[in-house]
Nanobody, 124 residues
Framework: QVQLVESGGGLVQPGGSLRLSCVAS????????IRWYRQPPGKARELLDP???????????KYSDRVKGRFTISRDNAKNTVYLQMDSLKLEDTAAYYC??????????????WGQGAQVTVST
């Protein structure tokens, strides 16, 4: 079992930055790939297009075309933490952001473990 806790959400103006953190506990964090998914207001969680993902070792990352060049995912396995640095935020980035963990051998799709979500609101 992996427990995930997100933090770092908030309200920011367009063009601003936020950094989300996802802290894991309960299992060997270094054995899990991490994805970030988001759920815009009034819409379903976007499970087919993760915002960003990073392998268990941290040597590979992938980004949705919607955030490529603006968001950066990283991890510190010594701290059991994954970060999502979000720069040049746009109004359409407003969503609840969820951290998700999957065993290292699952290369795509969400794993079984979810955090509670962190709200990001981009507004003037």
């Amino acid at each position: 079992q992996v427990q995930l806790v997100e933090s770092g959400g908030g309200l920011v103006q367009p063009g601003g930055s936020l950094r989300l953190s996802c802290v894991a506990s309960g299992a060997d964090f270094s054995q899990y790939g991490i994805r970030w998914y988001r759920q815009p207001p009034g819409k379903a969680r976007e499970l087919l297009d993760p915002v960003a993902q990073i392998t268990a070792s941290g040597d590979e990352t992938k980004y949705s075309d919607r955030v490529k060049g603006r968001f950066t995912i990283s991890r510190d396995n010594a701290k059991n933490t994954v970060y999502l640095q979000m720069d040049s935020l746009k109004l359409e980035d407003t969503a609840a952001y969820y951290c998700n963990a999957a065993p290292w051998w699952i290369l795509s799709g969400p794993g079984d473990y979810w955090g509670q979500g962190a709200q990001v609101t981009v507004s003037t």
